[in-house]
């Protein structure tokens, strides 16, 4: 399975994030990973971004099963959401 993370985390905490994100994935530019994984290590990176999170913190994965399929899973508060700005 192919996926893209996407996070956005207090300045102090990206490195946190960075490093987990690079065990997995490819970092192709900040804040953003990609590349593929297996279903176990997608239940990994899931469980670390659940308990690693705070309070308006979030973490997007996209996760490509087929060229037709998107799943996108937001933890945490969805920036989709904040309609403040045009």
Do not use: C
């Not at 899973?73 to 309609?83: F, H, R």
């Amino acid at each position: 399975m192919y996926v893209v993370a996407v996070y956005d985390v207090e300045a102090d905490r990206t490195r946190i994030m960075l490093n987990f994100f690079r065990k997995y994935l490819t970092h192709v530019q900040n804040s953003v990973f990609e590349g593929e994984v297996t279903e176990g290590e997608l239940h990994e990176i899931q469980g670390f971004v659940e308990d690693a999170l705070e309070e308006g913190e979030s973490v997007i994965l996209y996760e490509l099963s087929s060229e037709n399929l998107l799943d996108r899973t937001v933890y945490g508060e969805d920036p989709a959401e904040d309609d403040r700005f045009l």
